[in-house]
């Protein structure tokens, strides 16, 4: 086997088979093992010094020991070494178990009395890994059959429907560590009453300080009218919110301590304050503008009315 599989090829082979185990059954999160862990990159070196040193030693054992052989058993062992696998008795061996086949010397054997215009047949035996995989598969029928058709175990329906619930439990748990994805680019308007309970909370401990827990405003802008000094809508809010306002002046950026999807809640809670009237608001910043979504159609003014051109046709006195 040492002369089938050169140290080049067995090396590798073994350090890749080692260190997939360690990968698969080593529960590192979203880092490969050897990197979270300091442990496993220690083993991994060992165990690859050590493999590199066996080879060494074994090279060495070797050629020590074919030289102390006789001429005559350096030529026996050269010709061994130079039969092809194909050839050897464990290769012949290993075919003639799992085959159970005959040599030509030996077809008289098997041979039928069975004619067909001079083509003869042979009694061969089934391979034994043929037979053996027949029986297998009856013995896994016959279980199959017991279990979901006799005793009535769960069904298909039940399996997936318990496998999706396991899946959307690893999912659970993945999106607590995995890092957060949601961007200006990607954010949506949130309407659900679960969302914006959470938005306010968010709001009501990190915001209330600047804009009061009406959003009407006292350090920071009014929030609940139309004007906005960065512009309006989710996307404008949730990059104002993550990135911070005006540069010297304005609002902090929070990306550093509020998640991108906790910003996206907050931001879509602000928005459902439009338009909620809190008392006293504080006045309209100077740079804030009104802002109309885009694709929007900006209601028209009604032109003044020339009050020389009013008619009065009448009043109704009792």
């Known amino acids: 086997m040492k002369n089938l599989i050169p140290a080049y090829v067995r ?14 059954f080593i529960d590192s999160g979203d880092k490969p093992a050897f990197l979270k862990f300091p442990m496993v990159s220690l083993f991994l070196g060992v165990f690859l010094f050590l493999l590199v040193a066996i080879e060494i030693v074994l090279s060495a054992v070797d050629k020590v020991t074919y030289h102390l052989l006789t001429d005559e058993q350096k030529k026996l062992v050269e010709e061994a070494q130079s039969i092809p696998f194909t050839e050897s008795k464990f290769y012949k061996g290993l075919v003639e178990k799992l085959t159970r086949s005959k040599g030509i010397e030996q077809e008289k054997d098997v041979l039928l009395d069975h004619d ?18 027949f029986y297998a598969c009856v013995v ?25 619930v396991a899946q959307d439990k690893a999912v659970e748990e993945y999106l607590k560590t995995a890092p957060d994805q949601m961007n200006k680019d990607k954010v949506t308007l949130l309407t ?12 009501e401990s990190n915001c209330v300080a600047c804009h009061r827990a009406d959003a009407g405003g006292a350090i920071g802008p009014n929030l609940t009218d139309e004007n906005w000094i960065l512009g309006g809508g989710i996307k404008n809010v949730f990059n104002t919110v993550m990135e911070g306002g005006r540069a010297g002046k304005g609002m902090v950026a929070w990306k550093e301590s509020i998640k991108p999807t ?37 209601p028209a003014t009604a032109p003044p009315m020339d009050s020389t051109k009013i008619q009065v046709v009448g009043t109704a006195t009792k």
């Open 192 to 203: 659900d009453a679960g969302a914006l309970a959470e938005g306010k909370k968010i709001f």
């Open 116 to 133: 067909y215009d001079g083509i003869k047949e042979l009694d061969n035996v089934l391979p034994p890994w043929w037979v053996g995989l």
């Open 262 to 298: 906790e910003i996206q809640k907050v931001a879509s809670y602000v928005l459902s304050l439009q338009g909620s009237n809190p008392k006293e608001p504080k006045a309209t910043e100077p740079e804030a503008k009104p802002w109309v979504a885009e694709g929007a159609v900006k």
């Open 140 to 164: 896994f029928a016959i279980v199959y059959l017991v279990r979901f058709h006799v005793i009535g175990d769960y069904t298909q329906d039940e399996e997936f429907v318990a496998e999706m």
């Open 11 to 24: 090396v590798p082979l073994l350090f890749a088979i080692v260190f997939a185990a360690l990968e698969y």
